[in-house]
């Protein structure tokens, strides 16, 4: 979070609406050269850890005033100019209260108050994802062509499942090059820009079904709206197959009935894409919301 302060500690930009637990806060004070080491931040709440404070000199800028009354020749007088720039966070108090204070002669003077509100970051989110995979479970029934008795495949193609999710809100994506030590989570109040790397998050699920010991999902989502996402990924469970490997469905003879068919049940995988949403948003739609 960049903000930018005049030599008297007056805002010269906007205060961000939405800060979160992870931000780093630089304050880029605007001075006359020489005085870039009397600034500091008097913060007034907050927790914070004190070795994040920093100061950095930036490019200089050289200003003229000019100064004078009515009625008297003005005098022109130059002073130079450089920016400094504090350091300070992250913070994960509920408010970070500040000003920026100046060291004149042994005697401090602070500018304007300032708070901010810190959003919470949160790690984990829960969701339900109606779900399309191409892990097939058929049925197998025995069929007679008119001619010959054999087994056919029924209910064979992709399946639409009910999964329930978890997401983890963290990605390597996110990852900053210099800054928090706390690990990155998901504010829930900031909008990320569309198709932010930031809207990217593994997740784990099973179904909401009583197979949800034999199926397995393990996925990412991309959050396109505050509560809805996009999923997709591995789906790994049990399905039927025949027990003989060398049985042509359709094709070769069976005699016997359906009770007679051999199945193993075996673990194999496919792919899912789906649509999840968040369960806040589940229970309004079902009248459970307040």
Known sequence: IDLYFDENGKLL??????????????????CVKGDEEKYFINITEGDYAPVDLSIRPFDKLSVTLAQGTEGEESTEVAKEYTSTVLRSGPFTSENFKFQIAYDSAGTTKNGKDYSLKINKLFHLGVGVSLISTSLENPDFKTFNDGTKTTIQAFNTGRRTLFTFNVIWYWSVLQQKKEGSVITNGRDVLKDEP???????????GITLDDTYKENFFLGAVYEFARGGSIIAGLHYGRIQELADKKFVLGETNFTGNDNDIK??????????????????IINVLFGKGQ
């Open 194 to 204: 569309t198709f932010s790397v930031n809207r990217i998050f593994p997740t784990v």
């Open 13 to 30: 930009n906007y205060l961000p609406v939405n800060v979160d637990q992870n931000d780093i806060f630089f304050m880029h004070v605007l």
């Open 263 to 280: 199945i193993n049940n075996v673990y194999k995988s496919g792919f899912f894409i789906g649509v999840n949403l968040d369960t806040r």
